[in-house]
């Protein structure tokens, strides 16, 4: 009978399950939902502010949308993720290897974009009208060319870094943290939701939902890919949308 060296552990030491790891210390994590919170109570305080406010030209305003959209995803990949050795594609998770996997996740997230559609559009009925953010968001559409190829490049960073950080990131380090999926997916949803205090509490609230219907998606499908292109699309179709609602209201109408 072998003797084992003494030098050597007769049991070996247990190891987290891989998609418990933690991505980042937890400093780390509470800096970024803190930071969250705090940008929620300042743009709380000064939404009433922003939808009675006149701006002449958004270039400044989406130059710093976008810068801010990045800064946020810096702060999460150099300073928490990279550190843990997760790669940044693991994050993100599924892969694009032929034509067919792209047009498989577009064709997702066109189906998803239904589905966010339909639960929101019940979630407006539910919570009622929220005149607040139809004036926020007028405020800030875009009114040039400049302003519109601005705008895109917002949603595709919008689309980008926003479900890098709350799905990839946060979602995965919840889940690290309780072991459970349920929790993980609503923990970063309220964030989210807190995200947006511009928009009120209603808003607030139909942000929350929307971030937990990305969440079960990245769940489900194990990767951000179709999340991404959904939020990217629909932020960057928000007003092609109003021009067109716009229009419809301004055509005649005839009893029969």
Same mark, same amino acid.
């Given at each position: 009978m072998a003797i084992p060296p003494t030098n050597m552990p007769l049991v070996a030491a247990a190891q987290p399950a891989p998609d418990r790891k933690l991505l980042a210390p937890w400093w780390h994590t509470i800096g970024l939902v803190l930071f969250v919170f705090a940008t929620a109570?300042?743009?709380?305080?000064?939404?009433?502010?922003?939808?009675?406010?006149?701006?002449?030209?958004?270039?400044?305003?989406?130059?710093?949308?976008?810068?801010?959209?990045?800064?946020?995803?810096?702060?999460?990949?150099?300073?928490?993720?990279?550190?843990?050795?997760?790669?940044?594609?693991?994050?993100?998770?599924?892969?694009?290897?032929?034509?067919?996997? &792209?047009?498989?996740?577009?064709?997702?997230? @066109?189906?998803?974009? *239904? $589905?966010?559609?339909?639960?929101?559009?019940l979630t407006g009925i539910i919570l009622g009208k929220n005149t607040q953010v139809q004036k926020i968001v007028m405020v800030l559409m875009p009114r040039s060319t400049l302003e519109t190829i601005l705008w895109v490049i917002i949603?595709?960073?919008?689309?980008?870094c926003e479900e890098f950080t709350f799905r990839g990131y946060l979602q995965k380090q919840f889940f690290a943290a309780t072991g459970s999926n349920t929790v993980a997916v609503a923990a970063q949803a309220i964030v989210f939701g807190a995200a947006h205090g511009y928009q009120g509490v209603r808003g607030m609230i139909t942000i929350t939902i929307y971030g937990a219907l990305f969440g &079960?998606?990245?769940?489900?499908?194990?990767? @951000?890919?179709?999340? *991404? $292109?959904?939020?990217?699309m629909q932020d960057a179709c928000v007003p092609f949308f109003l021009k067109l609602a716009n229009y419809l209201q301004k055509l005649p109408h005839y009893s029969g």
């Open positions: 109570l300042v743009q709380t305080h000064s939404a009433s502010h922003i939808a009675n406010r006149h701006i002449s030209s958004r270039v400044g305003l989406y130059s710093f949308m976008i810068c801010f959209e990045f800064a946020l995803l810096a702060y999460v990949w150099f300073l928490g993720v990279r550190h843990s050795g997760t790669k940044f594609v693991d994050v993100i998770g599924g892969k694009w290897t032929r034509a067919a996997d &792209i047009w498989r996740d577009i064709g997702i997230a @066109l189906v998803f974009w *239904m $589905i966010v559609l339909f639960v929101l559009g949603s595709i960073s919008a689309g980008f &079960i998606l990245a769940f489900l499908r194990k990767s @951000l890919r179709p999340g *991404m $292109i959904q939020h990217a």
